[in-house]
Nanobody, 119 residues
């Protein structure tokens, strides 16, 4: 069993910043990729950013240098620092982890944390 606990969401004004964190616990074995996704009302879920175990990052085009993903392999955490937030960044943000067990890889999702960007 794997649990993911997100924190850090909330209401922020346009141009503001938020830092999301996600703590993985349980039968973790080896965590490979970690990522953040988001889903706005009426929209499909989309990848925001991902990071490999070795720290290689990938960002969606809409991030445009505003967000930074990071991870701590010792603490089993992944974070998303978001700056210059826009109203269109409003969504539920969820973290995911891919865990390797033997020859199989399993993906786990957190419950999500709401980010609302509004004046």
């Amino acid at each position: 069993q794997v649990q993911l606990m997100e924190s850090g969401g909330g209401l922020v004004q346009p141009g503001g910043s938020l830092r999301l964190s996600c703590l993985a616990s349980g039968s973790l074995h080896r965590i490979n990729d970690m990522a953040w996704y988001r889903q706005a009302p009426g929209e499909q879920r989309e990848l925001v950013a991902s990071i490999t175990r070795d720290g290689v990052t990938n960002y969606a085009d809409f991030v445009q240098g505003r967000f930074t993903i990071s991870r701590d392999n010792d603490k089993n955490t992944v974070s998303l620092q978001m700056k210059s937030l826009k109203p269109e960044d409003t969504a539920v943000y969820s973290c995911t982890v891919k865990i390797q067990r033997g020859f199989s890889s399993y993906t786990y999702w957190g419950q999500g944390t709401q980010v609302t960007v509004s004046s």
